[in-house]
């Protein structure tokens, strides 16, 4: 069933958010907090081992109920259960949206073209432990009878952001194999991991979900090369396996049928880690943790589908984003995680959001007169308060944040811990509380500064506050809760983009950049500059005669 087709700023409740917001917009967070002491009880939510505060936030329960009535005016009910059933709502591509299917329990019954698609899935997934266990335990051996050591992953974008995300966030539970990654088409990139590993003892694993991939195929061609200085032809069939749905130009490459992890056209690349894409998470740190894994975000599924809309976390984060997207003018969110672990969660979330809601031309196919996807951006603290939270603190934009930390640190390292911790809580109260100019006279006045310097320095040491912020609190960097987590942002898009009235699950915008790339490549190839623009010319030319 096609999804439903609403213009959002068309609806009632948008009309009321926008009168709310111009009441509102006046009115601070310390105000909020003054007005009601016992607000944070109204605004946090409590889930398995999640808690989320979004009490720091421009909001009252004014503000929540509309947006609460937006996400009913605009359909979103319906839209989760036919995201769920399986319904076609990639509807650009004609295809359903089932990422969530790969995470199911083996009891669940979902219809893909009138076909249960689960039993196919537990038989990949029975294949990629079997695999695993193989490879872990040396049963399977390179072409010299050693051991694997190391797995290379050679994919792009949803092809290696989520394994690489996944295998650096899960580093903890890692076992004796190193895993590369190999994305870039920059040769510098294979070149440099080549120069780590012995072909002998290296398993690559070439992720494609088409087999077509400029960056990937390259890379794979590169590496195979490499491989057969001192490896032969029939080696490849042990030493590559791959993860895609072109059967066809996977065994012309010369990868034997049965090292052919399949995956469907019903999962998108930037929602496919749940698939055999996150093989080498698995190959990582085990069967066991990878469908740990799985099931975290299986159990944020149902959260998500079963728990009314003012109690459902996802959704709450969605509102939010919509809230300050929409009304407030922000126009990027930041991501900081207080673990290192989560470095590549970023990167790994600008693919999944921006990829799936940077769109201009509503479900109605035509061009929408209001913002829709945010920019997403971030790095772990505390690295990133040494970095760029100046601007954050004392910038002209509004930046929400969503911070990310954990109770228990894995190696017991309680100072350190409490020491992260505590920046973790004190920058939402700074963003929130700021500091008044009375505060910083105050300070002034206990060192002694003398009247002109202090009057010179003021303005410049006050923190204007006001800035928002969700607090997500868990209780430990398990597989798990990395499962739940992932799954928590994964529905957050879906909603953004059921409300914002566009498709959310197709990429018709990195398309153009690729055609005149493979143009301009014959021209390089060839070395004759066809009809560009000046500036295209002018830079080709320099490249051509330089190079
Ligand atoms: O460039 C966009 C994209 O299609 C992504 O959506 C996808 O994750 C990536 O390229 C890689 O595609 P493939 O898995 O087919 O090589």
Redesign the pocket.
Known sequence: MALHTTNPTKTASWSKLQAHYNQLQAVTMLDLFQADAARTAQFNLKWNDFLLDYSKNRINQETIELLLELANEVGLKTAIADYFDGALINQTENRAVLHTALRAKETAVIHVDGINVVPEIYEVKAKIKAFTNEITLGERKGYTGKPFTDIVNI???????GPAMAVEALQFYKNHLKVHFVSNVDGDHVHEIIKKLNPETTLFVI???????Q??LTNSETIRKWFLQTATQADVAHHFVAV?TNMQKVTEFGINPDNVFPMWDWV???F?LWSA?GLSISLAVGFENYDALLSGANEMDDHFKTTPFDQNIPVILALLSVWYNNFFGAESEALIPYTQYLQKLAPYLQ?GTM?SNGKSVGRDGKPVDYQTGTIIWGEPGTNSQHAFFQLIHQGTKVIPADFIGFVKPLYGDEDHHDKLMSNFFAQTEALMHGKSEAQVQAEFDKQGLPADKAAFLLPFKVFAGNKPTNTILIEQLTPKSLGSLIAMYEHKIFVQGIIWNIFSFD?WG?ELG?QLANSILEEINSKTIQNHDSSTSFLLNHFLTNK
Do not use: C
Not at 155 to 161: E, K, Q, V
Not at 207 to 213: D, P, W
């Open positions: 994919g792009i974008g949803g092809s290696d952001l992720v494609s979900k088409t087999f077509t991939t960056e990937t895609s998108g690349g930037r496919s894409v693919q990829e990429q990195v690729k």
